[in-house]
């Protein structure tokens, strides 16, 4: 007599099949684990900078005639290469979806090598080993090592790219419930078209109940047909998808499947359609959903501080005989005063005193802003044309960026009563208010995006605070260095500058 299949088996075959994945064998032939990926790029890291250690001793007293003792570098090199995996691990450097963004990952690599070498120049000082080192080869080892991590990097880029596109890298995710928010998630996972997610099917355990096929998946099965698939080692994930007032059946469907070797999640995107949701953290042991977090917080606020302060300083001092001479063809242009104090929003809505050079006549001056400048304004002054032109008249910020109150970049600062239109900006775009939890800046990402001068429509407000609440949420030292780059381009051009 023959074996008599369950139905629910057949389906279950058949859809992987449709699916394109083996039934009864561990993984699709050719598909590379994540924890392989990061497991091989961390011990890259540490042959990169052994070696780079290696290479900089024996320049060091080969090419350079220096005598050193090479136990004592050998021992530094072999400690850094040890040190900066756990530091770039902390930091999220081995994230698989993190080892192909190379811009992210160079910035990254930049400040965990600074993080190893001040680990290593502490362990030396409180050894007492310290002057016994050459910064000469410190200096060497470090260009080396940041020049072979960054050419690693780039071939792991390459690499995982192509993998991911030949779908080597594909996660194999179930979903458990065919209800409404259960389509709903098989449509977006559908939708997104991406070789590194491939969805096997849904379960549900009212079988009787549900369709055979939702979203173009087929319903395999129960969840103990899930578990019958998940002890094939077929299964990556499983996502439930089921409301949250049902947290009974929750509780009971994560304590049936928490021992299966698989990541189970657990789907919140109708709670994420209402409000942004960034994680997960623990306050006195209670679970938190993190909606928001505050920009440039811990080491990325010191960062962008120190950017400021150094920076300004030393444009302060390199521009100081050149705002000296403004200062002295304003005077003798027009009567008034060189400077034109006006108070603009700040940080978190606060008033600040912004400084510009005055390119108005200064009986046609408005404090308030709520005149807007406009092309061929009878009120600018010849040196003020020439100011506007070139944007010298924002110098003096210069001196709002070292003191705190403003950065180099970000968001520009807006006079209260500035309009987009005919209604004040914080009426045209509901979100106006959320670029004020940064600094205001010299020049924006929107400025470098033709969003410069007047804003005489609704619609080029809200494009104008979208961009500034993308570099918000992107913010990075790089994406500053860009702006800065791409401003001076825009100032050159003169594009809406009058």
């Known amino acids: 007599m023959s074996e008599s299949v369950a139905p629910e088996t057949e389906a279950l075959g ?4 449709v699916a394109g994945l083996p039934v009864t064998r561990p993984r699709a032939r050719g598909t590379i684990s994540s924890d392989v990926i990061r497991g091989f790029a961390q011990l890259t890291d540490v042959a990169a900078i052994v070696l780079s250690g290696v290479v900089a001793i024996e320049s060091y007293n080969g090419f350079l005639g220096a005598i050193v003792e090479r136990d004592r570098y050998w021992l530094a090199a072999v400690l850094a290469g040890l040190i900066f995996p756990f530091v770039h691990r902390k930091g999220g450097g081995y994230a698989t979806q993190r080892l192909s963004e190379l811009t992210w990952q160079v910035g990254r690599m930049m400040v965990s090598l600074a993080a190893t070498g001040s680990i290593l120049t502490t362990l030396a000082f409180l050894a007492k080993v310290a002057p016994f ?3 000469g080869w ?48 098989v449509a977006k996972l559908k939708a997104l078209k991406d070789s ?20 173009g998946c087929h319903v395999l ?7 019958s698939q998940v002890r094939q080692s077929l299964i990556d994930e499983v996502i439930l998808a089921l409301p949250l007032r049902a947290e009974t059946r929750i509780g009971e469907l994560v304590a049936k499947l928490r021992s299966l070797p698989v990541d189970l999640r657990l789907s919140l995107d109708p709670v994420s359609g209402v409000f942004p949701m960034r994680g997960i953290s623990e306050i006195a042991s209670m679970q938190m ?25 030393l444009l302060i001092a390199l521009t100081a005989p050149l705002m000296g001479l403004i200062a002295l063809a304003i005077r003798l242009d027009s009567k008034g005063p060189a400077l034109f104090v006006q108070e603009r929003f700040g940080f978190n809505n606060d008033t600040i005193r912004v400084f510009k050079f005055r390119t108005m006549r200064y009986e046609t001056v408005d404090p308030t802003g709520a005149a807007r400048t406009k092309p061929d304004d009878a009120r ?13 008249d924002e110098l003096p910020q210069l001196f709002n960026v070292f003191t705190g109150d403003m950065s180099l970049v970000g968001p520009r600062p807006h006079v209260m009563t500035m309009k987009a239109g005919e209604r004040l900006y914080h009426e045209a775009v509901g979100d106006y208010f959320h670029r004020h939890r940064v600094r205001p800046g010299m020049t924006g990402w929107a400025q470098v995006h033709g969003l410069r001068g007047e804003i005489d429509t609704p619609e080029k407000a809200q494009a104008r605070v979208a ?8 913010w990075s030292i790089w994406l500053d260095l860009k702006i800065l780059l791409m401003t001076v381009r825009v100032i050159v051009s003169g594009q809406n500058a009058y």
């Open 380 to 392: 600018v002054t010849r040196v003020g044309r020439v100011l506007r032109r070139l944007s010298l």
């Open 133 to 135: 080192y050459s910064r």
């Open 221 to 227: 099965g129960t969840t103990d047909d899930l578990i």
């Open 196 to 215: 590194r997610v491939t969805v096997l099917g849904v379960f549900d355990d009212r079988m009787t109940r549900v369709p055979t096929e939702i979203a």
């Open 14 to 17: 058949d859809a992987a099949r």
């Open 289 to 313: 959903i993190e909606i928001l977090d505050r920009p440039l917080k811990h080491w990325s606020g010191f960062v962008k501080t120190m950017e400021d302060r150094v920076l300004s300083g």
């Open 467 to 474: 961009y500034d609440l993308w570099y918000i949420d992107h």
């Open 138 to 185: 410190a200096t060497l080892f470090g260009t080396l090592s940041f020049a072979a991590l960054a050419s690693a990097r780039m071939g792991a880029s390459l690499l995982i790219q192509q993998w991911t596109r030949a779908g080597r890298l594909s996660r194999i995710v179930a979903v458990v419930g065919a209800g409404p928010l259960g389509q709903q998630v």
